[in-house]
């Protein structure tokens, strides 16, 4: 895998940057500011530059630098450790950080041109043997999640065999979503044709074999089904799964 990445950034333009505590990697950054800015809320709320935010368990920022827009992500812990540790992660190389390598796999995936958000930055602020990170991506332009539009309408036949055919194409370059769920998958609408897109690629990786791949899409399953017990309107049923797994198969990457 380090033998790829290495290959990988020599053909791109990857930037490497230390500046005391603080690493980054930085690859088609934006035309504001430094890299310690990019992976600041505060610069872009000084900047004016926040147009707008998701509150989830913990906020994302929308961001813009007048040309492109971005998220902004902090990496939090979740579960009990979270309450106690919040944010800080130990240490054990730079590779291994929950920025970096969410990075280094969206660039591969964005080079074998699957259907992802491109890096921008990422950032990890060592102290010691704890570290905290953070992320910058592309946003992706008009875009809703599939749980969002499925609270207000269908989706028709064609567009849950393209989520199918996609998420075929992502098992058949081996890479395994560690949450696929309606939530992670955006469906864009460009000039009248719509694209699904995969999104929260943090603790996802490269697999081989194919075993993992069965359990994966049943997961994306039980996510609408868990959606449909609780949504007072939810625009899914068992045909549209049916429709999702032709494209699955039908997939020319997947297996």
Known sequence: MKKQQNALFSNTAVQNIRQGRQYFRVFNPPQLGSAEDWLNPKFWQQENAVVGQSKGRNTVWFVSDGHREFVLRHYYRG????????????????????????????????VQNLPVPKPVA????????????????????????VFQMLCSSALNAASWYQIGAMIGAFHGAGIYHSDLNCHNILWQETKGEGKPWLIDFDRCEVRQGHKWKSENIARLKRSLEKEQRLQPEFYWQESDWQTLLQGYQASNNAD
């Open 79 to 110: 579960g009990l450790p979270g309450r106690l540790l919040t944010d800080q992660f130990i240490f054990t190389g730079i590779e291994n950080t929950r920025s970096i390598a969410e990075f280094n796999l969206l660039l591969q995936m964005d």
């Open 122 to 145: 990422a950032m990890v602020c060592r102290s010691g043997m704890i570290y905290r990170a953070s992320i910058l991506i592309e946003r992706i332009a008009g875009a809703q999640d």
